[in-house]
């Protein structure tokens, strides 16, 4: 079902460029003009030729972000919201050339070992056959069982009644400034729905189709499981990711229905200049289980809180963050439980490393409310410092409206202990070895609950992060 | 040529508080020497300066190996050089399995020149070794999957060195109290295990209190140390000396020393 833009000369990937989309951009290649305002949004929306509640959904967005104030807290985002573009067409970006990608992001896919042809293909320049066809066979596969895994916006297209009544129920765009630009100049994304029952065992991921659906500055991603079923997705890869753009801003919403469990695990490894401002929330009914797996490295600032809101008794939330904070980094990042119902639980497990100056900001909120009786959630935030320069801080918020619940917070910075190295360095291991061995220690129990192939490329990112070789 | 360990009145101090005050010793490959002494008399601070810990700055003198002047290089430098120390109280690294440590500092150690990303030991070769080596000290290999002394009771972290010691096979091996929060039986088996590997191979410092360590690893050489110096050498004799009857004609005989050992007690109990 590939579609070939022969004007182009660039081959979809997938086939998400379909015939519709294909018709607009004939005439060439479409950019918005730089800046945000109604005529913008309309555009946008035109192009997708969407249905008008969801152009109404993005007017009235953009109408609440104009009205919010940044936020006071977190990092320092000065960003000239004017003075950026809120749509390209993916086929612009396709056409990019080899040479336009950044010489250090060309260099790890070297040291990484991906070959020539797949390295173009993730840095968005091309798209790649064989990928193409593991990605066709795996639909067909997934499609026999009703579960339906495309883009956002095909699915808007496609399945207009399911996104009707779950788009933007989880994070509204009212939810916050950065959800609010989201909801209005939003495209691309994953869509998922993963009928009752179904469990899906190998892990649902974006990794095929990364040109498209990781160069969207606004991303929005839906994920619904039915009840009783199972479902394991990995959004992005562990791959660098760039952008020639300032400010990515996702909006991810997760609905774990009774009985259900849903993972989604993510690594990101942002170009130095992205502010990361990133809005994960999942819903966890009656006896369902959500686990986010969430691991940042890269950007300007990253400020992303993944949350489950325990909505029905016997509802489980597990988050584990990390994040690596390099040289003029900032890291603010954390995530939230919410308990709105008795019998709950759930457990937050994060770490943060912070090298060369770089600053890892751990915010978190713990909130059981009224009526939420026999609620447990552990907290456990440790930190790992690599140099004198280096920061790390923590924001635990905790409030608590019933008496009956057990809670604990546990936190925990060190710096990388000269002890560690010299044990480490009196057998033999040099410096760098010997740092880069306990760096990896500490995230290893992040790596072990991600896929192997995910784990292996997160080690040998972390290896460059500590050359230093990749900024 | 026989290797040969050489320390020349070595001063070293920590965070500018002298604790050695001229130490001189020389120690052949083959050869084991016992370092005794009381507590707080500089046996650690030794090991850890012939083994470069950052800390532990040398003001005066010099380590030799081979003359070859290691007393401003790096610990890893000095291990692939062929220096070892099995640690009192070794380090605990969450996530680190042994096993990975051990097949890394395996390599470094046996391919000094080896440049950071080229291969390590084939897994195949170096997993058979383990397990030969683990079986000869009667470890469980499932031991070498934990985390590098993490949760580690006492004995075990003691036998973590020694199979250390046997994988990487250096040249010259300090020992710092490797019988210390060992029971009779751990105590033998780890005595018995620095025979089997150590054998005539190596130059064994054992620094200890007692003298099980010593039964089987009778060593050719032993120093009183006291007050940051090693005053007074012998033989085997020497170490049953001190250990039947305790330091006091060694406190007498050498008044200086002893002296020198209180103010640094003193200080010790003011900071």
Redesign the interface.
């Known amino acids: 079902m590939a579609t070939d833009i022969t004007d182009t000369g660039v081959q979809s990937p997938i086939g998400e460029i379909n015939k519709y989309d294909f018709r607009t951009t004939s005439k060439g290649v479409f950019k918005a003009k730089k800046g945000l305002n109604p005529e913008i949004v309309n555009q946008i929306s035109d192009i997708k030729d969407e249905p008008d509640w969801m152009r109404k959904f993005r007017l009235d967005s953009l109408e609440i972000f104009n009205s919010k104030p940044m936020p006071k807290w977190g990092g320092d985002i000065s960003l000239d919201f004017q003075d950026i573009y809120y749509y390209l067409k993916p086929t612009e970006k396709q056409g990019k050339t080899w040479d336009d990608v950044p010489a250090e992001i060309k260099e790890t896919f070297e040291k990484l070992g991906i070959p020539e042809a797949e390295r173009q293909y993730l840095a968005g320049v091309k798209a790649q056959f064989e990928s193409e066809v593991v990605y066709g066979s795996l639909q067909e596969d997934l499609a026999q069982k009703g579960v339906i895994f495309t883009d956002t916006d095909t699915a808007l297209r496609e399945h207009p009644e399911l996104l009707k009544e779950y788009f933007g129920t989880v994070i509204p765009p009212h939810d916050n400034k950065f959800a609010a630009l989201n909801s209005a100049v939003w495209s691309g994304g994953s869509f998922i729905y993963v009928p009752p029952g179904v469990e899906i065992e190998f892990p649902l991921q974006t990794y095929f189709r990364i040109n498209e659906e990781s160069m969207g500055q606004f991303e929005r991603t839906l994920i619904i499981v039915d009840e009783g079923a199972k479902i394991h997705y990995v959004e992005g890869c562990t791959a660098p990711m760039y952008s020639s753009e300032s400010l990515h801003s996702a909006v991810v919403e997760v609905i774990c229905k009774k009985g259900s469990r849903c993972r989604y695990s993510t690594i990101q490894n942002w170009a130095n200049n992205i502010y990361n401002l990133v809005t994960k929330r999942a819903l966890a009914y009656a006896d369902a289980t959500m686990e986010w797996v969430d691991g940042n490295l890269g950007s300007h600032l990253t400020m992303k809180y993944p949350a489950v809101y325990l909505m029905e008794p016997g509802a489980r939330g597990e988050i584990l963050s990390i994040a690596f904070a390099g040289k003029h980094q900032h890291q603010d990042t954390g995530a939230k439980l919410v308990h709105c119902a008795p019998n709950t639980s759930g457990q937050i497990i994060s770490k943060s490393i912070s090298k060369d100056g770089g600053r890892g900001s751990y915010r978190g909120l713990v909130r059981v409310e009224e009526g939420a009786h026999n609620t447990k959630c552990s907290v456990v935030c440790d930190a790992l410092i690599l140099d004198p320069e280096s920061q790390t801080d923590t924001y635990p918020y905790i409030e608590i409206m019933e008496p009956d619940v057990a809670i604990g917070h546990e936190a925990s910075v060190s710096r990388i202990?000269?002890?560690?190295l010299?044990?480490?360095?009196?057998?033999?291991?040099?410096?760098?070895?010997?740092s880069t061995?306990?760096v990896?220690?500490?995230?290893?129990?992040l790596v072990k609950e991600l896929p192997m192939e995910y784990a292996v490329e997160l080690n040998r990112l972390i290896e460059l992060q500590m050359e230093g070789s990749v900024g | 040529m026989t290797d040969v360990l050489k320390i020349e009145n070595l001063h070293v101090s920590v965070e500018d508080k002298p604790i050695l005050n001229g130490v001189n010793l020389e120690l052949k490959r083959g050869e084991t020497h016992a370092l005794m002494g009381p507590n707080g008399s500089g046996k650690s601070t030794l090991g850890f300066a012939v083994?470069?810990?950052?800390?532990y700055e040398v003001t005066e003198g010099r380590i030799l190996l081979n003359d070859v002047d290691v007393t401003e290089m790096?610990?890893?430098e000095?291990?692939?050089l062929g220096l070892?120390?099995a640690?009192q109280r070794?380090?605990a690294?969450?996530?680190?399995r042994l096993a990975?440590?051990?097949r890394?500092?395996?390599t470094?150690?046996r391919n000094p020149e080896r440049k950071?990303g080229e291969d390590l030991i084939p897994m195949r070769e170096f997993r058979k070794e383990i397990k030969e080596k683990m079986n000869q000290l009667q470890m469980d290999t499932e031991f070498a999957r934990r985390?590098v002394n993490d949760g580690f009771s006492g004995g075990e972290m003691k036998r973590a060195e020694i199979l250390?010691l046997a994988m990487?096979q250096p040249k010259f091996a300090i020992l710092d109290e490797t019988d210390s929060g060992l029971d009779a039986d751990a105590v033998r088996l780890a005595s018995q295990s620095i025979a089997q590997i150590g054998g005539e191979e190596m130059g064994l410092l054992i620094i200890t209190h007692h003298d099980k360590l010593l039964e089987h690893n009778p060593p050719s050489h032993a120093h009183v140390m006291l007050g940051g110096r090693i005053v007074e050498s012998g033989g085997v004799e020497l170490a049953h000396e001190l250990h039947s009857n305790g330091y006091e004609r060694i406190r007498k005989a050498y008044p200086e020393a002893a002296a020198m050992e209180r103010a640094m007690q003193d200080e010790e109990q003011t900071v």
Do not use: C, W
């Open positions: 202990g000269e002890e560690q010299f044990y480490l360095m009196s057998r033999g291991l040099t410096e760098a070895e010997a061995m306990i990896n220690g500490f995230i290893e129990p | 083994m470069g810990h950052p800390k790096e610990a890893d000095r291990a692939r070892f120390m640690f070794p380090i690294i969450p996530g680190v990975d440590f051990l890394h500092a395996t470094n150690v950071e985390y250390q990487l």
